[in-house]
């Protein structure tokens, strides 16, 4: 049972992770979008990439068992929220250069 929780504790982790790069990657994305020469490109190759990759880290999590899966989505979405608090709009540009 310890163990389970374990692998469950590393799924959200997992999530935390692919959250961070598909968001952050978004963000990056949107921050490009006025420099570059040609944004559909851009913009549909960024989509493409993080979203194989993230789909990809989430089968590999999976493992096929749901609960895995679950927990994988939750840190994922938490991502979302911590990201969309710190990133978000009203924010200061300095804060956000890095």
């Known amino acids: ?6 692998r469950l504790s590393l799924a959200a982790v997992a999530g ?8 952050g990657g978004l963000w990056l994305t949107v921050r490009k979008i006025p420099r570059s ?3 559909g490109i851009l913009i549909l190759g960024s989509f493409v990439v993080r979203l194989l ?3 990809c880290g989430m089968y590999l999590v999976m493992d096929g068992k749901w609960e ?5 989505l939750a840190g994922f979405l938490l ?6 608090r710190k990133l978000g709009p009203g924010r200061k540009e300095s804060r956000l250069s890095a």
């Open 68 to 72: 895995l899966l679950v927990a994988c």
């Open 79 to 84: 991502m979302r929220i911590v990201l969309t």
């Open 16 to 23: 935390l992770a692919l959250g961070l790069f598909y968001f």
């Open 1 to 6: 049972m310890t163990f389970y929780a374990i």
């Open 37 to 39: 020469g040609n944004p």
């Open 53 to 55: 990759v993230t789909l």
